[in-house]
């Protein structure tokens, strides 16, 4: 898969490779599936289907959670998220995953993201392509104040996305930071900036122009109602659904917003099979 657009990179001077604090919550699954986060709330991951995911090694990365892109998810129910519903704590949130894809199709990472139309539950969400407002192939962050869709049109258009396509194949850093009043995705560290989009018109847009990447979005995050915290799938109207298709070897979330240089360094740690936590950045 080709990676589309120009070079143009937000913030892309050095990282400051001690600047990048410890996440809130992380899963590291490259030596096994464990179940409980290894950030000490006893957040606990249960699999939504009696077979899935499973672990298998891999060589490059040491092992991750394989995910078939079609029953397989993990998900702790909205009673027990704990710290994940960030919200609680402010209006920032930042998720970052290690991921290799393996089909084209939309792909859910992880979240608290519910989008049932009898009851929305939106809050923060990491995708791989969502195609509908200019996210084909790339990173999207999504973010949500309300939990339902944008009004006059059907679905939430809220999500910055990459100009870097993610491949099929490799393995990919993919990430994105909520500040409060931006959204920010990131593909291995780097942020394209998209300055200039045009989102469809009716039925599904209002034809409106805007910078896609940073997204503006000043109005916060969902405190209304807590949805499940789901990795590897999403709740849509009719179940269980944008399932993800390839392996995922580690996810944080973090109830702050990372900045550029934190990300680069922390995408290079990621990359390094020999790093064992996400503070440590050689």
């Not at 998220?81 to 992880?110: H, Y």
């Not at 939106?122 to 999207?140: E, K």
């Not at 917003?257 to 990621?270: C, E, F, I, T, V």
Request: net charge negative.
């Amino acid at each position: 898969m080709s990676n589309g657009g120009g070079d143009e990179r937000l913030g892309s001077s050095p990282p400051s490779f001690a600047a990048v604090p410890p996440p809130l919550v992380e899963w590291d699954f490259r030596a096994g599936f464990r179940a409980v986060d290894d950030s000490g709330h006893g957040l606990r991951l249960r699999p939504l289907s009696a077979v899935g995911p499973r672990w298998r090694a891999d060589s490059e990365v040491g092992g991750a959670m394989h995910f078939d892109g079609v029953t397989d998810a993990l998900t702790i129910p909205a009673a027990e998220t704990g710290a994940l519903d960030v919200s609680r704590r402010g209006d920032q949130v930042t998720v970052v995953a290690l991921v290799r894809r393996s089909s084209l199709a939309t792909g859910f990472i992880a979240g608290m993201w519910q989008e049932d139309d009898s009851d929305p539950r939106r809050q923060y969400g990491l995708f791989v392509s969502l195609p509908t407002y200019g996210g084909a192939q790339q990173v999207c962050g999504h973010v949500s104040a309300t939990g339902g869709a944008n009004p006059g049109i059907p679905f939430s258009r809220d999500y910055a996305a990459s100009e870097r396509q993610v491949a099929l194949g490799r393995w990919s850093v993919v990430a994105f930071s909520y500040d409060g009043a931006e959204i920010v995705a990131y593909l291995d560290g780097e942020a394209d900036a998209r300055p200039h989009y045009r989102e469809p018109g009716p039925p599904l847009g209002a034809g409106l122009s805007y910078a896609k990447n940073p997204y503006r979005f000043p109005d916060g995050l969902n405190r209304r109602v807590t949805s499940d915290f789901t990795i590897g799938a999403v709740r849509l109207s009719a179940g269980m659904g944008n399932n993800f298709a390839g392996d995922l070897a580690r996810v944080a979330v973090w109830a702050t917003a990372l900045d550029a240089a934190q990300h680069l360094a922390l995408a290079r740690a990621w990359h390094d099979r020999g790093n064992t936590s996400a503070r440590s950045v050689d």
